[in-house]
């Protein structure tokens, strides 16, 4: 007997940073479930996939707006040490939130580590991150 199963649905895996300077605007950022790395990962804070599942959507949420004009922080969602990017989106200049569906949902494996991978372009500004990837 496995118990009550609960209700079927999407599992949200959430991280952020802790403080205005650790998202930095001028260097690739690596922020896990509490913090950011700088510009070096390290895997011992990762979000791990719980079960075998897609990636549908990356929300993203800083705690002011992007400094105005042409700037932005582009966010990734990235499996391990991969360079590859699983899931997107961008706040732009004026904006402190994004949104990304998967038009083709990336799968992922039990016990894969994911993490955001962030940069900035043209100094918008160093910010408090906040982020859900929804998992299903």
């Known amino acids: 007997d496995k118990g009550d199963q609960g209700v079927a649905g999407p599992i ?3 991280g952020g940073s802790t403080s205005k300077t650790e ?3 001028s260097n ?3 922020v ?3 913090f950011r790395w700088g510009s070096a990962m390290d ?3 990762t979000l791990v996939v ?3 599942g897609t990636l549908t959507g990356l929300s993203v949420a800083l705690e002011s707006a992007v400094a105005s004009g042409n700037r932005n922080y582009k966010f990734e969602v990235r499996k391990s040490s991969s360079a590859t990017a699983l899931l997107t989106c961008t706040i732009a200049g004026g904006a402190s939130t994004c949104v990304s569906a ?3 949902p990336p799968t992922v494996n039990a016990g894969d580590a994911l993490y955001l991978y962030a940069v900035g372009s043209n ?3 160093n910010r408090v991150v906040a982020y859900t990837i929804t998992f299903q």
């Open 102 to 104: 998967a038009a083709t």
């Open 32 to 34: 896990g479930k509490l």
């Open 123 to 125: 100094s918008p500004g």
């Open 50 to 52: 719980p079960k075998t």
């Open 12 to 14: 949200l895996l959430a």
């Open 23 to 25: 998202l930095s605007q």
């Open 28 to 30: 690739p950022n690596y």
């Open 43 to 45: 895997f011992g804070d």
